[in-house]
């Protein structure tokens, strides 16, 4: 079993739905959790992070754990076509010394159709 | 802002050639890394850097070694460049506690 499971899509939806992204994880040592968001020909950039169970809040982004199910989502409301892009989740286990473990989901590819 | 640089966006090298990908982060950081990232593979740890002249092999570290001789900046390196290195590389850093890591915009790197 992969520790991270990231449904790769494609995933095509119009302007102004609301956008659910998912990873599942093996690994119950993972305690922190990243959304990084790619436009196409460039790096990755951190959108969300959270450390803890529960939601945060980021405008139009909401990142969503759930430690105990292994699961963590990202939603977006309003979409829009700026939001096209590929998703990746990331996490990494607080185990002191390894802080250069991060995990990475393969990444979902979203398009948001005007 | 976090600001990591990859001096070269697209290169074309021929097979056998020695291939330096150049990475300065602005931020003092302690970590930095090495990536490549290819259709359905993912992102994938080439080798990493925790200090000066300091470098732990990746999950992925064959045909590949690193240079670091300053703090801000990391190299990467093919030796004898072959095919299945074509790819794109992404630099990236932070710091020795940090729980995220923060991204260049990415070398694309054709083999020929």
């Known amino acids: 079993q992969k520790e991270v499971e990231q449904d790769p899509g494609p995933l095509s939806v119009p302007e102004g739905a609301i956008v659910s992204l998912n990873c599942t994880y093996s690994?119950?040592?993972?305690?922190?959790f990243m959304w990084y968001r790619q436009y196409s020909r460039k790096g990755p950039e951190l959108l969300m992070y959270?450390?803890?169970?529960g939601n945060k809040e980021d405008g139009r982004f909401t990142a969503q754990v759930d430690k105990s199910s292994k699961y963590i989502s990202l939603f977006i409301r309003d979409s829009q076509p700026s939001d096209s892009a590929t998703y990746l989740c990331?996490?990494?286990?607080?185990?002191?010394?390894?802080?250069?473990?991060?995990?990475f989901g393969k990444g979902t590819l979203l398009t948001v159709n005007p | 802002d976090v600001k990591v640089t990859q001096s070269s966006r697209y290169l074309v090298k021929r097979t056998g050639e020695k291939v330096f990908l150049e990475c300065v982060q602005d931020?003092?950081?302690?970590?930095m890394f090495w990536y490549r990232q290819d259709p359905g593979l993912g992102l994938r740890l080439i080798y990493f850097?925790?200090?000066?002249?300091?470098?732990e092999k990746g999950d992925i570290p064959e045909g590949y070694s690193v240079s670091r001789e300053k703090k801000e900046r990391f190299s990467l390196i093919l030796e004898s460049a072959s095919t299945n290195q074509t790819s794109m590389y992404l630099c990236?850093?932070?710091?020795?506690?940090?729980?995220?890591?923060?991204f260049g915009e990415g070398s694309w790197l054709t083999v020929v």
């Open positions: 990331a996490m990494i286990a607080n185990s002191g010394g390894s802080n250069y473990k991060l995990t």
């Open positions: 690994n119950s040592a993972f305690q922190y």
């Open positions: 959270t450390y803890s169970s």
């Open positions: 931020m003092d950081h302690e970590n």
């Open positions: 850097s925790y200090d000066v002249k300091m470098k």
């Open positions: 990236a850093s932070n710091q020795i506690s940090g729980n995220t890591i923060y």
